[in-house]
């Protein structure tokens, strides 16, 4: 838990900055693998081996879709909604978080984007958008088609009835997946040029191996 524990402290310290600040917490799934639901039940494995084995959908990949849409429905009548896994920190000290979030959130909502990621964009191998040829240079920021790692990503307001239909109406998918298969090319996605959150090393449940840290290395 010590990477949890960290993630937790880093946003601890910034919650103060918003309206509102809720930690999520859910037990370790290993009993729950739905197939009728699932988005991609060809690759879903009931294994509770350690280590996953090729592309493959586990209880602990349900269980962190279940954590992202558990805090999605609790959106609330807030401005925008900032979802940050639990095992995911920053690298810039605090005062600076909450003026990269803020900012983002101000030039997002200026240009009506539907999403902003603070973290690593990598691209779907599936998607016409997987070459970073795609992406539209804003200066501090780009605009790109869709992202995966959903470590740290800020959903709008004008995106919360839309983002909350597609969780009803849509199969389940790791977190990153279903996100990037629901929102490719379909709307407006704004990204730093540089992230600052990474996903700390450590043990992740939901592919159960041993993650190494993302990100800058720390001085």
């Not at 600076?96 to 909502?109: P, Q």
């Not at 800020?154 to 790791?174: D, F, N, P, Q, Y």
Request: charged share 20%; net charge negative; proline share 4%.
């Amino acid at each position: 838990m010590a990477k949890q524990h960290e993630s937790i402290s880093a946003f601890r310290s910034i919650a103060s900055e918003f309206s509102a600040y809720t930690q999520y917490y859910n037990e370790v799934n290993r009993t729950e693998l739905p197939v009728l639901t699932c988005a991609a039940p060809e690759i879903l494995s009931a294994s509770k081996d350690l280590g996953s084995v090729g592309s493959s959908l586990s209880y602990g990949h349900y269980g962190a879709y279940l954590a992202h849409r558990s805090a999605i429905e609790d959106f609330g009548d807030f401005d925008a909604l900032l979802v940050v896994e639990s095992d995911v920190t920053f690298f810039i000290n605090p005062s600076e978080m909450v003026d990269v979030i803020y900012g983002a959130y101000t030039y997002a909502l200026q240009h009506r984007f539907s999403l902003v990621t603070f973290g690593e964009v990598v691209y779907g191998s599936g998607s016409l958008a997987s070459q970073s040829d795609t992406e539209i240079d804003l200066g501090a920021y780009k605009q790109i088609d869709h992202f995966l790692n959903t470590h740290c990503y800020l959903i709008m307001r004008s995106e919360r009835e839309a983002i909350c239909r597609k969780l009803r109406t849509s199969g389940w998918h790791s977190p990153d997946i279903w996100l990037y298969w629901n929102y490719d090319r379909r709307s407006p996605i704004l990204s730093l040029k540089a992230p600052v959150a990474f996903e700390i090393s450590g043990y992740s449940v939901a592919d159960y191996v041993n993650k190494p840290a993302g990100g800058p290395a720390r001085v």
